[in-house]
């Protein structure tokens, strides 16, 4: 298939800034939703092309393809796009703040510790009756007796 060279520029220009591309798998639209150009065709095309030659790792799910650039790959974009090597994809680059973490177990409010918290016991199998964990009888049905019959 023939891709225009300034589709195929800005194709491997956004993949290698950005590290991943997603592709839908359907050659109807008129253009890729994050990239100005080319058709979804030509994208799809493309991807297909660089996996062939080992430069794109491609997963399959829910009709898009999720495109990972691999370390050939980012070599060959570098050759392609005449960049220089301190340029790294996005998904390369070390980030120097750590994300926001999970709660510590006494910031948490009660409710969320997992100890019934505010419940009195309820729903946690807290012992006396219901179907939680230990307690109760059961129902009705093929089990042991409950022996008090």
């Not at 891709?3 to 194709?11: C, L, Q």
């Not at 997603?22 to 639209?29: E, H, R, S």
Request: hydrophobic residues 30%; charged residues 25%; glycine residues 18%.
């Amino acid at each position: 298939m023939f891709i225009p060279k300034e589709n195929r520029i800005a194709v491997y220009s956004y993949l290698f800034q950005e590290g991943v591309l997603v592709v839908k798998k359907d050659p109807k639209p008129a253009t890729h939703p994050h990239i100005e150009g080319p058709t979804n065709l030509e994208v799809l095309m493309l991807m297909k092309s660089l996996q062939s030659r080992g430069f794109v790792r491609i997963t399959f799910s829910w009709q898009y393809n999720y495109c990972y650039l691999t370390d050939e790959g980012i070599e060959y974009l570098r050759s392609y796009l005449a960049l220089p090597a301190e340029i790294v994809p996005a998904t390369h680059k070390k980030v120097s703040v750590r994300p926001e973490g999970r709660d510590r177990e006494e910031d948490r409010p009660a409710y969320d510790r997992g100890d019934g918290g505010g419940r009195g016991g309820f729903g946690r199998g807290g012992g006396r009756g219901g179907f939680g964990r230990g307690g109760g009888r059961g129902g009705f049905g093929r089990g042991r007796g409950g022996g008090d019959m």
